[in-house]
């Protein structure tokens, strides 16, 4: 009996290798493609400065009782 090529196991299992892609970019329609191929985003600092005074604060209303 051959090995099952799907389910618990499998090599459909294992994760792609780290810095791999598992797809083959160049079948993906042209707007998915350049969505994929994009750099990835560089991380916006939100942090206030009137805000730094060490107090745990609610993310949602800035109290800081909680």
Known sequence: ????????????????LPGSFPLDTSKLPQAIRDEVEAPDPVAIDTSASELKDGLNRCPKCGASDI
Do not use: I, Y
């Open 1 to 16: 009996m051959a090995a099952s090529l799907d389910g618990p196991g499998s090599p459909q299992d294992v994760p792609p």
